[in-house]
């Protein structure tokens, strides 16, 4: 086994997002004039053939309809009004309700040149009233990786960014899934209060990574109001490979999801193509759990690091083997490991191959 040192390697996929603090709740644009629109900016970073956007809809006036569309992006990094290709756009239906919907283009949008920016708008057909679109996080970029994507509404006649990350799904015509560092195609965030008595009393994240790495800490997001301890098990799910203790006098959050990073006291070998599973456990009070949930039909992967780190809770509180952990395939929870080394001829033969993660 060869390692490569790099201090701790960033942007790996372990860390979903790509960032140091995440929300717990999602933030929606209010529509409120009928020239009002909002609007995703992304790359591009798969060539084809766009074809449907997945999103969430908070309300909507009865009076209201809406076109989505596939624009090009004007060079200030605004939409520009200008759709992608002939007929990237389609009208939803007057006055819809609160829910998932999926939006199949006209025409497919079809990407030929990587890098490419492309904006996803909603733009109202015909308007009677405020309508609320859900499709944006209320998180900012944090230390770890920076945005692929922004988010931007129009209001007073000019488009304003604005901080938090989109929450679409964006399919291709051969169904797969674009995956975005900054973009969470959930329907909703999820709380779990984790106590020595509550069930399930373990929750976190089941891991395994595709290559051997050297994991030396943690990140967590989540309020802790006593004491806890963040445990790593082992694949059968019953031994405890790492503890770390955390007192209450060191608080993750008082009343909002903050993140915090803890370290082992000496450094854990992540075995390729393995189970472990990453957990908090109260031992006094309440202690908080984030996780995030897809749309509907989205899978999992479309979330970076969705296929490396899902949730994962159990009822009991020391687990007999990993039957006893549950896994939601739809679901992520916010906490992750923090890795120095990986294994570089399992993991792509050359140091040049990971140059993104440090």
Known sequence: MAFIEKGIIQGLPDIPYGMSTLPSTAAAFNMTTSTAATACIFPVIKTGALEKIHFRFNASSTGNNYIIRVETVNADGDPSTTLFGANTEV?????????????????????NTINEPFAITWRASTFSATS???????????DFMPYLTSSTNYTGGVWAARGGAPMIG???????FVTYPGNWPYTAFNT?????????????????IPFTARAIGVWFVGDNDSDFEILLYDSNGSTVLKT???DADFPVGTNN???????????????KNTNYYLVVKSTAGNITNYDGQMITNVPISAVNGGTIAQRCYTSTSTPSSSSDFTVDTDKQSFIGLLYDAIDIPEAGGSETAFSFAY
Do not use: C, H, K
């Open 91 to 111: 009208q939803t239906g007057t006055g819809i309700a609160a829910g998932e919907y999926v939006a199949t283009l006209n025409a497919n949008a079809v990407f």
């Open 132 to 142: 609320s679109i859900l499709m944006y996080s209320d998180g900012t970029a944090g």
């Open 170 to 176: 964006l399919e291709y015509d051969d169904g797969t």
């Open 192 to 208: 779990t209060i984790v106590t020595p008595s509550s069930n399930p009393r373990l929750v976190g994240n089941r891991i395994n």
């Open 244 to 246: 770390i203790s955390i």
């Open 257 to 271: 999801a903050t993140t915090l990073t803890q370290y082992f006291s000496s450094a854990q070998t992540i075995t």
